[in-house]
Structure formats: structure tokens, C-alpha cells
């Protein structure tokens, strides 16, 4: 049995991922604060599944989430450091507050999931860390500085837990999706003075001109995870309909 957690697999690019994981043959912990979008999640995967409540901006939840998957499987061969929340504002306008409320679980929890994570994976002969970054992490998006910082920290997360663990058979890889018609978006687009016009500026801003589809971002995933991705390791998936092409 090869098992994952899945962070944020209460929506949007999580969920699918959790769900295509399922499809895949991981048996997937799924993981969130919503205790019934959760369950729903966990009935939808074709395989084995559980959900642990974990609100990650927490003292001590990464640890704890690692544990509870120990404790349930006995191993930990994936962590999917999906769990992310959204800002905006230029640097003029952050505040110490903002700032450490989006690094807090965009970034924060995300290192310390990967170091109990690691310590995991060791006894268990190797595993995979994927984080999903964003194409802001590659390219500054504009106005949204302290989103942009927390997603470019976690391109250097994958490269350097990349040169640190390769000895222990640890891969890491970065996905970074380009926007993706998640709750997420939906969200910062309803609440846009001209939300149809901000969801066309959003489409055409890339090549594809549309919307990724949270489908689109989780088969990166299940590929990154998988044996046939094994000399894949510090680098990045962009899945962004050419967005940080042009
Ligand atoms: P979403 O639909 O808003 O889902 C966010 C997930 O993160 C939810 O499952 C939520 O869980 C979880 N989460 C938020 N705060 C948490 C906390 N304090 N503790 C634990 N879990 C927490 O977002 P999404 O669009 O799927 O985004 C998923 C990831 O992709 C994020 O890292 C985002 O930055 C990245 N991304 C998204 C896009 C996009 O266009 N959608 C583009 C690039 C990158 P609960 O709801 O249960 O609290």
C-alpha cells in the first residue's frame, strides 16, 4: 500500500488531486478544517481514505497530521503540500499581520509538514514531497506581493529538500498551476467590481486564454508522484496555459 496526505484536500486542486490519487491506487488522507467537505471527499475516492482535521496555522498541526498518518498506515510515501490561502496588495500596503497570516500556512506549514514528513519517509526507505507553488511564484503577479514571496519560497523548498534528502530516496517537485477555476478563484472573482470583466482579463492574460481546470493540475500531480516521474526531482511543473511563457 502506498499511502499520501494531501493538504487543502477539502477543494478545489486538492480535492481533485486526492480524488485522482484514489484513481492512481494511493490510499490518500485527506486533509482540511472542513469536517463535511472533507467526508464528501473521502467518499469520492475510488480507493482507501481518511480525513484528518488539521488547521495548519496552528502550533504543532504539521506534526501532529504526519503522526496521525503514521499511527492509521504505519508509512508515509507522499505529501502533497496543497494548502493555501490568498492575498492582495502591493508592498506599501502589508501589514506584519497580513504577512504572517499567508506565510503562516502557505509557507510556514509547509516547510514543518515537509520536515515530519522527511523524518517519516526515512523509516520508510524513501517517498515524494510535491508542493504546489503557483506561476506567481515564478513571475511577480501584480499586487499581490506577499502571495508571490510565499509561492517563490516554495520552489526553494523543493530544491533544497531536494539536495538535502536525495540520500534518504526523497524526491521533491514543484507544480505550479497558472489560475485554475477553483473556489479560490471563484471567490476573488465575484468579489472584482466587473467580475466578468475580470474573469477575461484572467483568461487572456495567457495563451490558452482560459482557465485552468483543477483536473488539468491534479494529473501533474499523480505524475509527479508517480515511479515513472523517479529521476524527476528540484524542479517545476508549470501548468499555466503558457502564461510565464509569453
Ligand atoms: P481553495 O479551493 O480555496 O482551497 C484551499 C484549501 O486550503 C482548502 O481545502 C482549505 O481547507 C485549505 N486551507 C486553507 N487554510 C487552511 C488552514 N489554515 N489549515 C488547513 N487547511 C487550510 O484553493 P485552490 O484554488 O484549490 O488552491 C490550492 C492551492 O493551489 C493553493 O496553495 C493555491 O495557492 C494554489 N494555486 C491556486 C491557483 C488557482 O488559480 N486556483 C493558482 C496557483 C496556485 P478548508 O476549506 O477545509 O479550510
Known amino acids: 500500500m502506498k499511502t499520501a496526505i494531501v493538504t487543502g ?35 469520492s475516492l475510488e ?18 497530521l504526519v503522526d496521525r498518518c503514521m499511527e492509521h498506515w504505519g ?17 506599501a500596503d502589508i501589514s506584519g499581520d497580513d504577512y504572517d497570516r499567508i506565510m503562516d500556512v502557505n509557507l510556514r506549514a509547509a516547510v514543518l509538514l515537509a520536515g515530519a514528513a522527511v523524518r517519516a519517509m526515512r523509516s520508510g526507505g524513501g517517498g515524494v514531497i510535491i508542493n504546489v507553488s503557483s506561476e506567481a511564484g515564478i513571475v511577480a503577479v501584480p499586487r499581490q506581493v506577499v502571495y508571490n514571496v510565499s ?21 521533491a517537485v514543484t507544480v505550479c498551476p497558472g489560475t485554475t477555476r477553483t473556489p479560490l478563484v471563484e471567490e476573488a472573482i465575484a468579489g472584482a467590481p466587473d467580475p466578468a470583466e475580470h474573469e ?40 499555466d496555459g503558457g502564461y510565464t511563457a509569453a
Open 200 to 239: 477575461r482579463v484572467l483568461a487572456s492574460s495567457r495563451p490558452a486564454n482560459r482557465l485552468g481546470r483543477p483536473e488539468e493540475i491534479a494529473s501533474a500531480i499523480v505524475y509527479a508522484a508517480s515511479d515513472e516521474a523517479s529521476f524527476l526531482s528540484g524542479t517545476e511543473i508549470v501548468v
Open 47 to 64: 480507493g482507501e481514505g481518511c480525513f484528518f482535521a488539521a488547521d495548519l496555522d496552528k502550533p504543532g498541526a504539521p506534526d501532529q
Open 75 to 91: 508509512r508515509l510515501d507522499l505529501l502533497v503540500n496543497n494548502a493555501g490561502i490568498y492575498s492582495r496588495g502591493a508592498v
Open 9 to 43: 484536500a477539502t477543494s478545489g486542486i486538492g480535492r481533485a488531486a486526492a480524488i485522482a490519487l484514489g484513481e492512481a491506487g494511493w490510499s490518500v488522507a485527506v486533509s482540511g478544517r472542513d469536517q463535511s467537505r472533507g467526508r464528501e471527499v473521502v467518499e
Open 151 to 171: 509561492k517563490a519560497g516554495l520552489i526553494m523548498l523543493t530544491k533544497s529538500i531536494t539536495v538535502d534528502h536525495a540520500k534518504d530516496r526523497i524526491r
